[in-house]
């Protein structure tokens, strides 16, 4: 159980962040945190990360049922097995699908908020480059996805270490 209260606090994060956005904020409007760098901005998105699929709401929904029917199934496997980071990962997973899901399904749109600027120079040439806004559901996922490919990785390596043991073994 320990692990779906996890993914219950990502979720409720999730929502009270998106809740103060919409409102203590107007739409569009943007607060500097530091500086130019990293902004609070009222955004709303309709379609997946960097505004794919626009307008798609009901594939959305669909399709956040059945992945959030996946993750629950394999998180019960994973706590039965014992594996913690892939637990982990598909806690902060299942509370980010979660969180967006029910944006979808109540407004037609995720509130975003979480804005990056990136100023630099590089071989004399001026860069400026603005993150897609995203909300702390989207970095849930993100860093969920990225604990399941180190899970993988980790998993590859013990894998590779007990067939080379047993190869020297023989």
């Known amino acids: 159980m320990f692990y779906f209260v996890i993914a219950l606090i990502v979720f409720l994060l999730d929502q009270g962040s998106k809740w103060l956005i919409v409102n203590k904020m107007s739409l569009y409007e943007s607060r500097p945190v530091i500086g130019e760098f990293f902004q609070i901005t009222s955004h709303r998105n309709t379609g997946a990360a960097f505004s ?24 019960l496997k994973m706590i039965k097995d014992k594996r913690k980071l892939l637990s982990w990962a598909l806690s902060l997973l299942l ?53 399941i490919f180190l899970d993988a990785i980790r998993s590859w390596l013990q894998e590779r270490r007990g067939n080379a043991n047993e190869s020297h073994g023989s």
């Open 52 to 75: 794919i699929l626009e307008g798609q709401r009901w594939f959305f929904l669909c399709i956040t049922v059945v992945v959030v029917t996946g993750i629950i199934w394999y998180l």
């Open 95 to 147: 509370g980010g699908a979660v969180g967006n899901f029910l944006d979808r399904a109540l407004t037609g749109e995720v509130v975003d908020f979480l804005q990056f600027r990136f100023q630099f120079s590089l071989f004399g040439k001026a860069i400026d480059y603005t993150f897609a806004i995203f909300n702390l559901a989207d970095s849930a996922i993100v860093i969920g996805v990225s604990l």
